[in-house]
């Protein structure tokens, strides 16, 4: 099973390393968003806006937003390619194949975590100590995974690309406008409480901001770890090895 | 067990499509047995089936004695598929795909045994390059390659001679036969009638219906001869079946008329006799 888990990783890997223009703008694109969002923050003039609030959890999402959304497609895309469907018919299992993915664009995700706290670093001289940009390294990489745990999720409802699309507001919005990202949570009203709590966000902006002293709870890492095991079970059980 | 694959009643309904109704088949072991039928005839939808990729509604399925749909983890090990759509990772090579799909088995001398392969498929020149600069039949052979990478008892082949030029297809039909001879069953769909002669038995396909199920030889008996004869005086014009039996006696009905000067028998072709089975289902229908 575990050596299984590692062919189709290995593979992902080998598909990654023939396609350098897919691996160059997944790794380049955090690095120009941030570049940006340092643009755009210092053109807000406000003395009650204080960037570093918001920046360690807006990179956070950027890595969440696009992990989700190249796993998404990359799955859809083996649907349609039809070799989803051949590795089932080879041999291969539904937790095999999950599990290749979730190593093969971990690695990636690893990458991509490590940019954009490096341009977190440049762009907005963050000043945290070692420990604080570990832990902040921690949270961002297990949103990668994630994240990675959702596009595959997600594309088990999607039988082509075009059907994925509508599943990409479905599970960003939220997390942009639930998770305390924009506005702090208890604005919002008490019947909606629910929606902060699917987010995986929520749970990573509280403990970046745990972390770098903006408040929020550091401890609220730990759900981090047990929602990426409750999507990657979805994950599993919705993706189906018979039509 | 004589069979490697035995269907009964077999239903399968896609909404309110019914994509097969009712079939009944069985393929003996070592066979070459051909799925012959227009598209939309249901061939792709039953080999999904055997395969383990589809479910069924109703009726039986066993394959090398398993059931696809309940033991279809048991069967992979067992079973070569070959997809209608070539099915490859196109950013890998030839042989990166050859491996990966060869990996999950349990193959002995792995890495002498994907070269085995890629010579078997003719393709070792280019076994490096990736697969998306290849043309359609270089596709069709390293998807064969991946079907057949871990030497299973039973081949299922989705049309894989469609949109090949007829060379490849003739050196796809002597592996096919190379293979059979090895004790290798085959069950491979096509649209293509000729292919029927290179099995050794096929089933007619048309709207999830088994129309016929028979040697070549057998479906060929099926069909009529027009036989046209000229003498000095008259022009006989007649169709009739089994003409080997029955040109003699048209012949003595002449006394071997020394004025008779030209005979012409134009046999049904295979595509003859399956469009007529068709059409005969067709009338049956209005």
């Known amino acids: 099973m575990f050596s299984q888990m590692i062919a189709v990783a290995v593979r992902v890997l080998r598909q990654l390393a023939h396609d350098r223009r897919f691996v160059v703008l997944s790794l380049a694109a955090p690095f120009v968003v941030i570049y940006m969002l340092d643009i755009f923050f210092d053109s807000v003039e406000s003395p009650l806006f204080r960037p570093k609030e918001f920046i360690v959890p807006v990179a956070a999402f950027i890595v969440h937003f696009l992990t989700y959304l190249l796993c998404a497609i990359v799955l859809v895309r083996e649907r349609t390619a039809h070799t989803l469907a051949r590795m089932f018919v080879n041999g291969y299992r539904r937790g095999t194949i999950i599990g290749g993915y979730i190593i093969a664009y971990s690695l990636l995700a690893t990458l991509q975590s490590l940019i954009v706290l490096l341009a977190l670093q440049g762009f907005f001289e963050l000043n945290y100590t070692l420990e604080t940009m570990l832990s902040i390294y921690g949270v961002i990489w297990l949103l990668a995974v994630i994240s990675i745990s959702l596009g595959i999720f997600v594309s088990n409802f999607a039988r082509n690309e075009g059907q994925v699309f509508p599943f990409i507001p479905l599970v960003i919005l939220p997390s942009v406008f639930f998770s305390g990202l924009i506005l702090p949570i208890d604005r919002l009203p008490d019947w909606a409480s629910w929606l902060t709590y699917i987010t995986p966000l929520y749970y990573a902006t509280e403990a970046i901001h745990g972390f770098t002293g903006e408040g929020g709870n550091a401890a609220l890492w730990v759900a981090l770890p047990i929602y990426g095991v409750v999507v990657l079970t979805l994950a599993m059980f919705t993706l189906r090895e018979q039509e | ?286």
């Open chain 2, 1 to 286: 067990m004589d069979n490697a694959i035995e269907i009964d009643g077999l239903r399968k309904r896609y909404g309110k499509l019914e994509a097969l109704k009712g079939i009944s088949l069985h393929v003996k072991r070592g066979e070459i047995f051909g799925l012959l039928g227009a598209n939309g005839a249901g061939k792709t939808t039953l080999i999904k089936i055997l395969v383990g990729a589809s479910r069924y509604d109703e009726g039986s399925a066993s394959v090398l004695g398993l059931n696809p749909m309940k033991q279809a983890q048991a069967l992979r090990h067992q079973i070569g598929y070959m997809p209608q759509a070539p099915a490859l990772y196109e950013d890998l090579s030839a042989r990166e795909n050859v491996r990966f799909f060869g990996r999950v088995h349990q193959i002995p001398n792995f890495e002498a045994r994907v070269d085995e392969v890629l010579d078997f498929i003719n393709l070792r020149q280019r076994e490096n390059d990736s697969v998306y600069g290849f043309s359609g039949g270089m596709k069709q052979r390293v998807s064969l390659g991946c079907a057949l990478v871990h030497q299973p008892n039973l081949l299922l082949l989705d049309e894989p001679t469609a949109g090949i030029d007829p060379k490849l297809r003739e050196a796809f039909w002597a592996h096919f036969r190379e293979l059979a001879a090895q004790g290798v069953t085959i069950l491979v769909s096509t649209h293509q009638m000729d292919e029927v002669l290179h099995c050794d038995r096929a089933a007619v396909m048309r709207e999830g219906v088994v129309l016929a199920c028979d040697t070549p030889r057998g479906l060929l008996s099926r069909g009529s001869a027009h036989i046209k004869i000229w003498s000095d005086t008259q022009v006989l014009d007649e169709t009739v079946g089994n003409y080997p039996e029955r040109l003699p006696q048209l012949l003595q009905r002449y006394h071997l008329d020394p004025s008779v000067n030209r005979i012409e028998v134009n046999e049904d072709t295979l595509e003859d006799i399956v469009l007529s089975l068709i059409n005969d289902k067709e009338s049956a229908h209005v």
